[in-house]
């Protein structure tokens, strides 16, 4: 791929925009359900649902002064969703979408005190709703709350509801008191208690003496970030990164058709280490008591980034030495650790589960896309029995406005394509095989699409279409009525004669789903053999390599041992050799003489 593709180039098509649609003014935030049915928005006074595919405003919920800057929907059951949303004061709240209305479940940090505000800076929803994680702080502090959410008893209560509602009986307004959100877990940055120290059994026992050594090296950085600082009065808080794990053993006795999680894993800014939190045998102790880690995943360096595979079963990991680690959470070690030198420093990763155009018999090979702060793309190809290999997707760009802004995997075009938008305003999709711009993305002519930066759009694989924002140019001639008001464009895919032959009727299977149907102990052991005969061939290929590598290897170190053994045969100078020769003899005839006079 080029750094950068200029309008001007006739051989690339541009997709046709299908139609254009007024938005509520300042949405901030579009997300939409798994089933594509509902589009819903985050704006200025509250959030609204539409539907997508008439474009028609369903259901909204409004509060004065209030700017919703983030959301995420997922289904808690037929035609019932649960939705998730951050405001622009780092408030969270729960939301229900049931029988075309919008109903508020409970805020999640409520202000109580204003001198002790906590702010919400990330919120996410898990599990059909079942599970929910905040990243909160307040007055310098930080932690990580996760929720084990009421569904079944939320979904009792809205039937209750619709029922009184369509009661005939009752002519006042139903006042619902919905079921509380209870905290299952509170993680906060590990501390060292009070005197503990470095030494002692603490040295003998390694996974405490990772936590001690981190929290060292956090505290040094912190101590050197406000020395420079004279005029800061508090310590910034760390910021907390999450991932919820699912169920990887197939010999626990328990169904990998689950979609619960059964873990959550963090680490935190500065830190060196991955974190790992049971979901499920939480002790029950004091209520101010910091939970202990059930496991730590060590590392070099500090963490700057990190992914997560679809399936849960491998995490990667992005240093701050432009180093790559992939830890397998079944066997425990690493998978593979890639080295980036050319990457000034790592900014995101992402899996491309979708994608199974490069996979092989050989059951799992991971394809994993890393990009660096200074614009290069790369892909990360890796897996048990097969030599990782990196390629090239995109060099660093010359100019900053070319760098990507956004990069978003399509689902249902399974031959390695991108969609990928520049900070300057452009779109196009990629062929990540060939390097090319299967096509552009253009708004209508005096629109532009808002923001680039932070692009406001969102991909629905059910309907293999993109929803995304655009607003007026500038200097076009228009009302400031018309400037004011935001347009919602929808491409469709299929409308374009080279992407319709690509597209798939639905989702490429995921290896977990593969796996989901084979849930049994008996049955993953005859998958696993029939993985492991499949792979014969490409695991004796790639033994083949291996031992060539080694061969190799063991002779340019035999040549430089050679090398340095002559160096170190040659003859001495005879002059040199005399003198030796004599001073040995002197001091033999010294230790003799000392041994006579003892």
Known sequence: ??????????????????????????????????????LSLGHSGGLSVWCASSFVRIAEWLQDRLEITFLQTTRMAKRTYLLGSVDDMGVARLFTFHCDDIHLLS????????NNRSICSTFALYGGGHFGAASISCNGASWLEVYQLPVAVWLA???????????????ESVDVKWSPVEVLIKITPPQLSAGQ????????????????????????????????????????SRRCTHHFLLSCDPF????????????????????????????QKIPIKKADAAPIPDSLWPNANEIVCSAVSGCTRYVALGLDDALVCVWDRRSGAPLSIVSMPKYSSLLRMKYLDCWPELQ???????????????????????GRGTQTCTTQLSERPNDRADLPSLIISVPFLPNMQLLIMQRNGKMFLQDVINKTAVCFLAPPTSYQFSTPCNPVCVLDPQQQA???????????????????????????????????QRIVSGPASSQRQNMESHGSPEEVCNLYLQQRFLSLDDRNKAREQMFERLHKTAQMIDQKQQKSNKLKKKKAHPFFSLWLTSCLSEKEQNTQSSSHFA
């Open 1 to 38: 791929m080029a750094a950068a593709w200029k309008p001007g180039e006739s051989t690339i098509p541009t997709l046709e925009l299908e139609s254009v649609t007024q938005s509520p003014e300042s949405t901030n935030c579009i997300a939409c359900t798994e089933d594509g049915r509902y």
């Open 197 to 236: 120290s470095q030494g002692g059994a603490l040295g003998t026992d390694f996974f405490k003496h990772c936590l001690v050594v981190d929290e060292v090296r956090s505290s040094s950085q912190s101590n050197s970030l406000d020395a420079g600082k004279t005029t800061q009065t508090t310590k910034s």
């Open 360 to 382: 092989t018999p050989a059951a799992e090979v991971l394809h994993l896309l890393v990009m660096s702060k200074s614009g290069e793309l790369d892909m990360i190809t890796a």
């Open 107 to 114: 805020v999640i940090n409520a202000m109580e005190d204003i």
């Open 466 to 500: 993109l929803f995304i924002q655009g607003d007026l140019e500038t200097n076009s001639s228009h009302s400031l009525e018309e400037a004011v008001q935001s347009r919602l464009f929808v491409f469709r895919f299929e409308q374009c004669c080279i992407i319709k």
């Open 157 to 171: 209560e809205m039937e209750t509801s619709s029922a009184l509602e369509q009661d005939p009986n009752v002519t």
């Open 252 to 279: 626990s006795g328990k169904s990998l058709q689950s979609e619960l999680p059964v873990a959550v894993a963090v680490w935190w800014s500065g830190s060196h280490n991955l974190l790992q939190y049971s979901l």
